[in-house]
Nanobody, 121 residues
Framework: QVQVVESGGGLVQAGGSLRLSCVAS????????AGWYRQAPGKQREWVAH???????NYVDSVKGRFTISRDNGKNTVYLQMNSLKPEDTAVYYC???????????????WGQGTQVTVSS
């Protein structure tokens, strides 16, 4: 069974930093692409950042220059470093990963359960 688990959320003052982690486990053969999404109360889930298997990253405009997505393939982990946090970054942050689950390259798409990030003004 494949699991994707986020951690690292919490309460931080505006201007502060947090680092989120997304760990994939189970019978897997690595993470292909992965992304971070967030959902604020009363709003739709939005895409935040994406990273390819070879480390090419993209970001939504509102976080460019403040957030950095990275990965450690040996640990099957994807990170989101969030600096200069703003109250509008408050949301539940979710990891989504395309994971290789078979020796022949079969993949599956998985979501984590989310981690709460709250930024106070």
């Amino acid at each position: 069974q494949v699991q994707v688990v986020e951690s690292g959320g919490g309460l931080v003052q505006a201007g502060g930093s947090l680092r989120l982690s997304c760990v994939a486990s189970g019978r897997i053969f690595g993470i292909n692409a992965a992304g971070w999404y967030r959902q604020a109360p009363g709003k739709q889930r939005e895409w935040v950042a994406h990273i390819t298997r070879v480390g090419i990253s993209n970001y939504v405009d509102s976080v460019k220059g403040r957030f950095t997505i990275s990965r450690d393939n040996g640990k099957n982990t994807v990170y989101l470093q969030m600096n200069s946090l703003k109250p509008e970054d408050t949301a539940v942050y979710y990891c989504n990963a395309d994971i290789q689950v078979g020796l022949l390259g079969e993949t599956g798409n998985y979501w984590g359960q989310g981690t709460q990030v709250t930024v106070s003004s």
